[in-house]
Nanobody, 126 residues
Framework: QAQLVESGGGLVQPGDSLRLPCSVS????????IGWFRQAPGKEREFVAA????????FFGDFVKGRFTISRDNNKNTVYLQMNSLEPGDTAVYFC???????????????????WGQGTQVTVSS
């Protein structure tokens, strides 16, 4: 059993930055890869980023284009999604989730994640 809590969302202007922490309450944090997904109204859930169990590998959705980074602090059971150069198209609810699969093909698909947080709203608007 794992519980995830996202935070850090809010209303920002185009070009601004946000950092979204995902705090995970679980027995052994390092068995899980952590992924971020987002969902905008009327759209399907979309892969944003993932970080492997060790933190040595990171993966991003094609739309990111170098604007986001993901990191993890295994001492704090927390993963951070740093989002820079935000655009109105980034407006969505952002979710983090755990996966005990290994490898990029699994990290990109929501169906391979078991536990999810409740999400945090990010709104980018002038």
């Amino acid at each position: 059993q794992a519980q995830l809590v996202e935070s850090g969302g809010g209303l920002v202007q185009p070009g601004d930055s946000l950092r979204l922490p995902c705090s995970v309450s679980v027995g052994t944090f390092t068995v899980y890869a952590i992924g971020w997904f987002r969902q905008a109204p009327g759209k399907e859930r979309e892969f944003v980023a993932a970080i492997s169990q060790s933190g040595g590998n990171t993966f991003f959705g094609d739309f990111v284009k170098g604007r986001f980074t993901i990191s993890r602090d295994n001492n704090k059971n927390t993963v951070y999604l740093q989002m820079n150069s935000l655009e109105p198209g980034d407006t969505a609810v952002y979710f983090c989730a755990t996966s005990n699969f290994y490898g990029e093909p699994y990290y990109r698909r929501a169906s391979y994640y078991g536990y999810w947080g409740q999400g945090t709203q990010v709104t980018v608007s002038s």
